[in-house]
């Protein structure tokens, strides 16, 4: 009986290791392509016949950020999208520029664990812990410090340097996807009732129809 339980055990531990967020690819490279006639459906993309990949499939050239917004922040991610062969392949990062107090504000990635290196300048950087501590989790990183926010966790980078500041991403998805706190809440397409918002943050109802006025901008 023990060694039944002990051979169940290990069964499920494999198991659990094998639900990846993004599955593990059974062949080299599968190179997404949008022509839905001459391809295999594979994790939300269809793959193009490896024998026709190019070089191009596996590059994207990065440029600087533009950080003439109100955030002071532009976020470039380099997800399947830019590079079709990311398909299947578990990865992805993103290039976040940073004017002088730029702000990445407080945001999630559903599929995604990041790891982030500062290339320059020096970033105040945290997360916060799912409910119900709630604990806020916070470095000031310079550069060649990294740093890792937890998958499905808010959390933020703030420019505390002088100058501007660059930092690169890991991502553990091919398609992390991005939920920016404030745009969800009070910028979703309809808007949340006023109703639901003002029980939830106990204010009146004059700040949440101010706050669904605003223009909430998209960094990335």
């Not at 392949?89 to 990445?104: E, K, V």
Request: net charge neutral.
């Amino acid at each position: 009986m023990k060694s039944s339980y002990l051979i169940l055990t290990a069964f499920m531990a494999l198991a659990s290791c094998a639900l990846a967020f993004d599955p593990s690819p059974l062949q080299d490279f599968c190179v997404a392509i949008n022509d839905t006639n001459n391809g295999v459906f594979v994790n939300g993309k269809f793959c193009k016949d490896p024998k026709l990949a190019t070089a191009n499939d596996f590059f994207f050239s990065v440029k600087e950020g533009n950080t003439s917004n109100s955030l002071g922040s532009k976020v470039t991610p380099v997800a399947v999208n830019e590079i079709l062969g990311l398909n299947t392949l578990g990865i992805s990062l993103a290039r976040i520029d940073f004017a002088p107090r730029g702000l990445n504000p407080p945001h999630t990635h559903p599929r995604a664990t990041e790891i982030l290196i500062v290339l320059e300048g020096t970033l105040y950087v945290g997360f916060v812990t799912s409910n119900p501590q709630n604990r806020l989790i916070t470095k000031v990183l310079n550069k060649g410090d990294v740093f890792v926010f937890p998958i499905g966790l808010i959390h933020f980078q703030l420019n505390v340097g002088y100058g501007n500041a660059l930092a690169m991403a890991g991502l553990s998805s091919q398609n992390p996807g991005v939920i920016t706190v404030a745009n969800a809440v009070f910028g979703s397409n309809p808007k949340i009732s006023s109703d639901v918002l003002t029980k939830a943050f106990q204010v009146d109802n004059k700040i949440v129809d101010n706050l669904q006025k605003q223009f909430w901008l998209d960094n990335n």
